[in-house]
């Protein structure tokens, strides 16, 4: 998966919105306000990535921390969420070493992990159209 499918997944989430807090190289995906996932193209300085993010685009998502220890095990591209609460974040190199349908479940992962900390009134909101 490159960046432009992330970001066309990405933005096909129900109600899902782009905001660029960060500056214009960072897209923020959010869900009724609630921050799902982050896009932007790694520069290789990243403190702590060993250069790993260099010339690739990542993708911040949240995730259960079990799961969280289990997939950077499983694939090297995960890696603990840069700037971000490494216990309930990951980043993930796009870097075409983990399977485009992988990478899908885990947006959808942190899309419905969002979506389950809302209020019911805002889950039905959006459970209705899945």
Known sequence: MDNIQAERYLRAKIEACIYHPFG??????????????????????????????????????????????????????????????????????????IPQGEIERMIDNSYMLVVSKMTKKDQQSLLVHL
Do not use: Q
Request: net charge positive; hydrophobic share 35%; aromatic share 8%.
């Open 24 to 97: 214009p190289d960072v897209i923020v995906f959010k869900v009724k306000n609630k921050m799902f996932a982050t896009l932007s193209l790694g520069k290789g300085n990243e403190k702590g990535t060993d250069g790993k993010m260099a010339g690739h685009y990542c993708i911040n998502l949240k995730c259960e921390p079990n799961e969280a220890i289990i997939l950077r095990d499983i694939f090297p591209s995960v890696i603990p969420g840069y700037h971000m609460n490494k216990s309930n974040w990951n980043t993930v190199i796009l870097d075409g070493s």
